[in-house]
């Protein structure tokens, strides 16, 4: 468990989900539940949202017939993002270890939202969970002065240490999810919890058989 403060909530923070020993690809969603449940199509951020952001502003793209043509092309050059713009799925076009991270800003999450529930699911029939061992899930601060820890560690301890490395890095948070050879195509990795003034990260681990599945477990 991990409590996220109000101050930390105010800055843009970066939750990746990495799978470090196999070669799987797997799309994140976020659901935004009231009270553990979905009440609005669009509190369930995916790929096929149809609430989307502008990689190039950071803010809302609506659909435009002249821009795009086409709604593919349109979700294709877009982000899935929460109406509220507190959760966006952002496609990593660096050279790292994640093709996909959420990014979130939770002093902007809706007052009616009660807790996030991030997850992963496959995309090819031929795949399944089963073929990914396990699972790294890390809270990140995205914009941390790495300055401070230069001068009490050298950059060769830091790069050695992993534990260093990450604090380095401004990870606030990590732990993994061995996923036992599951033989799904969908699952829950964690849930961020609204506590008064602050939130509450936690793992949480359930299993289902693709996407549809598990979001019908929160109508």
């Not at 996220?4 to 843009?12: A, C, D, Q, R, V």
């Not at 949202?49 to 092309?73: I, L």
């Not at 877009?78 to 990593?92: Q, Y």
Request: hydrophobic share 35%; aromatic share 14%.
């Amino acid at each position: 468990m991990y409590i996220i403060s109000k101050e930390i909530s105010t800055e843009p923070l970066r939750l990746t989900i990495q799978e470090m020993n196999s070669w799987i690809s797997f799309d994140l969603s976020v659901l935004c539940l009231r009270n553990m449940q979905i009440e609005e199509r669009d509190d369930f951020v995916f790929y096929n949202s149809n609430c989307r952001g502008d990689y190039s502003t950071g803010q809302k793209s609506e659909f435009s017939s002249s821009q795009f043509k086409y709604v593919r092309r349109w979700r294709n050059q877009t982000f899935p993002m929460s109406v509220d713009g507190a959760v966006k799925i952002i496609e990593s076009f660096s050279d790292e270890d994640y093709a996909e991270y959420i990014e979130l800003q939770l002093s902007k999450l809706s007052p009616e939202i009660t807790e996030l529930l991030f997850c992963v699911s496959t995309y090819e029939d031929h795949f399944s969970l089963k073929d990914v061992p396990s699972l790294n899930i890390s809270l990140w601060r995205k914009n941390y002065e790495k300055e401070q820890m230069r001068g009490t560690y050298s950059e060769s301890e830091i790069v050695g240490n992993n534990e260093l490395w990450k604090e380095y890095n401004g990870c606030l948070y990590s732990y993994d999810i061995n996923l036992n050879g599951a033989n799904s195509n969908a699952a829950v990795l964690g849930i961020i919890k609204r506590d008064n003034n602050r939130f509450i990260l936690e793992p949480c681990y359930k299993l289902y058989n693709n996407l549809e599945e598990l979001a019908n477990d929160y109508l």
